[in-house]
């Protein structure tokens, strides 16, 4: 089975630190991507990669980047933490065929 | 651009069955997807099906397309609690990395 880990299940910051959250998959997919999750908005894309160090913006890139050093790790880094940011962060890969997308199991961010 | 609707709460008495609904707006969508995300967990796929197909049936799941008027249904026959999560529709067109996703219905089975 694809396992996509997220590195913390709950994370806690305050406003204006620098924040990462890591993503790791094992199952040397090429595509990987990084969404968040609000009541009543659905997903919705913040970042992907097709590749190492290739990056494209999704819908909502503004105050987030990423990085992709190796192909099994998808980092999101949030620069300077706003409260409105506090979400549930979610990570997925997408297999071979780009059929399907397995997601790991969240990391759900405050930022006080 | 792209839209995926998807009505946001459904309550079915244990035993019933539940159906959730699904529209798109991209004609050029290949693959229809359904997601289930139990509480404090990912979105884990359920079931998907191609646009060239009208119909899937997987045990106690059953999805129907109707292509020409961009609708996808999911049906659970003898709903469980157990089915108690958010299921999520997605649509993604064959060459694209990236499936568009409807905002979630929550589905709430009560005894």
């Known amino acids: 089975d694809v396992k996509v880990t997220q590195s913390s299940r709950y994370l806690v910051k305050r406003t204006g630190e620098k924040v990462f959250l890591e993503c790791v998959q094992d199952m040397d997919h090429e595509n990987m991507f990084w969404y968040r999750q609000d009541p009543g908005l659905g997903l919705r894309l913040i970042y992907f990669s097709y590749d190492v160090k290739m990056k494209e913006k999704g819908d909502i890139p503004e105050g987030y980047s990423v990085s992709r050093e190796k192909k099994e790790r998808f980092s999101l880094i949030l620069e300077s933490a706003s409260t409105n940011q506090t979400s549930m962060y979610l990570c997925?890969?997408?297999?071979?065929?780009?059929?399907?997308?397995?997601f790991g199991s969240g990391t759900q961010l405050s930022v006080l | 651009g792209e839209d995926v609707e998807q009505s946001l709460f459904l309550s079915v008495r244990e035993g019933d069955s539940s159906v959730i609904n699904c529209t798109y707006t991209?004609?050029?969508?290949?693959?229809l997807y359904w997601y289930k995300q139990e509480p404090g967990a990912g979105l884990q796929l359920l079931t998907y099906i191609f646009s060239n197909m009208d119909m899937k049936q997987d045990q106690r799941l059953t999805v129907l397309l109707n292509k020409k008027d961009k609708h996808l249904s999911l049906r659970i026959a003898d709903t469980q609690t157990g089915d108690s999560a958010i299921y999520f529709c997605?649509?993604?067109?064959?060459?694209?990395?990236?499936?568009?996703f409807g905002r979630g219905t929550s589905l709430i089975v009560h005894p």
């Open positions: 997925a890969s997408s297999s071979p065929d780009r059929e399907k997308l397995f």
């Open positions: 997605a649509e993604k067109p064959g060459g694209s990395y990236i499936p568009t």
């Open positions: 991209d004609s050029s969508s290949t693959y």
